[in-house]
């Protein structure tokens, strides 16, 4: 399994971007993929999840603003982020996991799988 993040950066406060994880090594459809992210300091966090059965959930913190979407046919997980905030900085992380994989979680213990980050910083 090789999950590959790519897109983080630095924006401004109200700013956006668009994160992608590229996955390989796995049959991704029968993945339930998530994104969660890190910041000094903190422990890490669920921040949005998207299933096999098409559903996908989020972290009350960015719901609204985050949009996460999965490409099946080209193994690609992507996290649309807008309006961001300077809580919203972080390493963030694609993970997998396939044991009773349905509709997504934000349960870490749950992903057996991980990238190794992109970070994202946002400044006032």
């Known amino acids: 399994v090789q999950l590959v993040e790519s897109g983080g950066g630095s924006v401004q406060s109200g700013g956006s971007l668009r994160l992608s994880c590229a996955a390989s090594?796995?049959?991704?459809?029968?993945?339930?993929m998530g994104w969660f992210r890190q910041s000094p300091g903190k422990e890490r966090e669920g921040v949005a999840t998207?299933?096999?059965?098409?559903?996908?959930l989020y972290a009350a913190s960015v719901k609204g603003r985050f949009a996460i979407s999965r490409d099946n046919n080209k193994n690609t997980l992507t996290l649309q982020m807008n309006s961001l905030q300077p809580e919203d900085a972080g390493m963030y992380y694609c993970?997998?996991?396939?044991?009773?994989?349905?509709?997504?979680?934000?349960?870490?213990?749950?992903?057996?799988?991980w990238g190794q980050g992109t970070q994202v910083t946002v400044s006032t």
């Open positions: 993970a997998a996991y396939f044991v009773d994989c349905f509709s997504g979680s934000l349960v870490e213990r749950l992903y057996s799988d």
């Open positions: 090594g796995f049959d991704f459809y029968s993945a339930c």
């Open positions: 998207f299933g096999r059965d098409g559903n996908s």
